[in-house]
T-cell receptor, first 114, second 113 residues
Framework: EAGVVQSPRYKIIEKKQPVAFWCNPISGHNTLYWYRQNLGQGPELLIRYENEEAVDDSQLPKDRFSAERLKGVDSTLKIQPAELGDSAVYLC????????????FGSGTQLSVL | DQQVKQNSPSLSVQEGRISILNCDYTNSMFDYFLWYKKYPAEGPTFLISISSIKDKNEDGRFTVFLNKSAKHLSLHIVPSQPGDSAVYFCAASDVRSARQLTFGSGTQLTVLP
């Protein structure tokens, strides 16, 4: 069974440029998460989807970040415009039904904003 | 304010010996605790968990201990193997936050052959 797939693996952009990350969760997993992990810190939740509905986006900086999960499967996280402080690893995770505690993470996208 | 703290950024242990990773939390509403392991260039993977109604949970070489009065949990790995070298994240959740996981900053474990 394929795991959570994220692309790209690495992205280097200049500040004020837009950037987008893509995630394909494990088949059948209705819950999808986007986390941000800063250097030397643990992952922090940005947004959580139940199917296509964003049920927790309280920590998403909505002035520059947006996300969507069309048809309740793939998801895209966008930053526009990017700032220097956005440099981090962006992790996507999914979980199945009642298995909320067992998140399956993708390998992440390492973003560097110059 | 960090609600989940891992005060040791790194730990080195000899192969075959016990590794003890520690985690402290401040939110008394947390009632479920987890450990995730992360290898370089990979996402974290679930390792073991414990509910607040228990004080110990075991899975093979991995045991998690919970001390609710001290708001402290620890992960014991016995015996440690070089393949256990990774970053270990402690995480906690409570029902009020819809089971959102709050992660600690991680501890880099290095098992020396």
């Amino acid at each position: 069974e394929a795991g959570v797939v994220q692309s790209p693996r690495y992205k280097i952009i200049e500040k004020k440029q837009p950037v987008a990350f893509w995630c394909n969760p494990i088949s059948g997993h209705n819950t999808l998460y986007w986390y941000r992990q800063n250097l030397g810190q643990g992952p922090e939740l940005l947004i959580r989807y139940e199917n296509e509905e964003a049920v927790d986006d309280s920590q998403l900086p909505k002035d520059r970040f947006s996300a969507e999960r069309l048809k309740g499967v793939d998801s895209t996280l966008k930053i526009q415009p990017a700032e220097l402080g956005d440099s981090a690893v962006y992790l996507c995770a999914s979980s199945a039904g009642q298995g909320w505690e067992k998140l399956f993470f993708g390998s992440g996208t390492q973003l560097s904003v110059l | 304010d960090q609600q989940v703290k891992q005060n040791s950024p790194s730990l080195s242990v000899q192969e075959g010996r016990i590794s003890i990773l520690n985690c402290d939390y401040t939110n008394s509403m947390f009632d479920y605790f987890l450990w995730y392991k992360k290898y370089p260039a990979e996402g974290p993977t679930f390792l073991i968990s414990i509910s607040s109604i228990k004080d110990k949970n075991e899975d093979g070489r991995f045991t998690v201990f919970l001390n609710k009065s001290a708001k402290h949990l620890s992960l014991h790995i016995v015996p440690s193997q070089p393949g256990d070298s990774a970053v270990y994240f402690c995480a906690a959740s409570d029902v009020r936050s819809a089971r959102q996981l709050t992660f600690g900053s991680g501890t880099q474990l290095t098992v020396l052959p």
